[in-house]
């Protein structure tokens, strides 16, 4: 079986506010309020440990609040290879309201050189030939921001095929070395940060990632919210879309997203394939809270009806 590993640098525990409505400046009643551990490769490895892909997740936890995450990992059963540093792992704070969400993302810790090295170390440690390895999320004080594009290079080198999900300028600098990673998933505003221009037609999206892929990227998966995403390769484009039946919670719908492109990596499936598991991850999400897919059947169900052009 195909090993999967993930990997989180800055985690969150996020705490969702449950509002009617968001009005600036005026005191609100929640009616609810919920905490999941989360961060990008923790949110992806829970979808796949929902759909029941063994899943191994890796990072930097804070010694302080640790607990919330073994509780997930222990209780889903997937492999816990964080590393402990001292201090708490930020809380990051999540309005959910008028069918949005709002974020507030709370510093992170900040992470030792010795850390950083340490972490890298394990994580190229942990992947083989074959190994799916997903690098997600924004980097923590401390990290250079050229570390996902020598992690890249340095798993891809062991044979891993790497799926980077990050922004700013740590997916640039990753997109401007020698070795790009296997598969992206920017939305339209990273990949704008990275081209340096408004790109606001499918034409102009497809024109910088058929440069990417000329460049050594197989799969550009282009997040278009309720536009659906673009698939593109180097022979095809995708359109993948599905509405979304009904929304609790927007958190972690792109994270659901790479674990069904990672779902359908596991199994080889083709574009069209993937582009359907990868959509309906993504709106069954919306029906959840937390990091969480619903039974397997809906997801299937869903993965049928998604409109592919």
């Known amino acids: 079986m195909t090993r ?77 290879a964080f590393i402990r540093v001292p201090g708490e ?29 340490r972490i890298f170390e394990q994580t190229v440690a942990l992947a083989d030939s074959g190994t799916l390895a997903v690098l997600g999320g924004s980097l923590p004080e401390g990290m250079p921001e050229n570390f996902y594009a020598g992690l890249t290079l340095a798993l891809q080198e062991c044979g891993a095929r ?43 999206l497809i024109e910088v990632a058929r440069e990417l892929i000329a460049r050594g990227v197989t799969l550009v998966v282009i997040s278009l919210g309720g536009e659906g995403a673009l698939f593109v390769t180097a022979q095809t484009v995708l359109r993948a879309s599905l509405p979304a039946l009904r929304v609790t919670s927007t958190v972690g719908a792109g994270d659901a997203m790479v674990a069904g492109i990672i779902a359908a990596f596991s199994e080889n499936a083709g574009l069209e394939a993937t582009a359907r598991l990868a959509t309906a991850f993504a709106t069954a999400k919306l029906q959840q809270a937390g990091p969480n897919l619903p039974a397997r059947q809906i997801v299937e169900t869903l993965c049928a009806h998604v409109q592919i052009s």
């Open 162 to 204: 790497v799926l980077l999900d990050t922004s700013g300028t740590p997916l640039t600098r990753a997109l401007r070395a020698a070795q790009l990673p296997y598969c992206i998933k920017p939305n339209r505003t990273e990949l704008e940060f990275y081209a340096g221009t408004t790109l606001n037609s499918d034409a102009a």
């Open 89 to 117: 792992t930020r809380t990051n704070i999540k309005l959910s309201h008028d069918g949005e969400t709002t974020d507030i993302n709370l510093p992170g810790l900040t992470i030792s050189p010795a850390d950083a090295t």
């Open 4 to 80: 999967i590993v993930t990997l989180t640098l800055n985690p969150a525990i996020d705490e969702t506010v449950l509002l009617e409505r968001l009005r600036p400046g005026h005191v609100h009643r929640a009616s609810g309020v919920a905490f999941h551990p989360g961060g990008k490769g923790v949110n992806v490895a829970s979808c796949l440990a929902d759909w029941g892909l063994p899943v191994t997740a890796t990072g930097i936890l804070g010694h302080g609040n640790a607990g919330t995450f073994e509780a997930l990992f222990t209780a889903k059963h997937i492999t816990d």
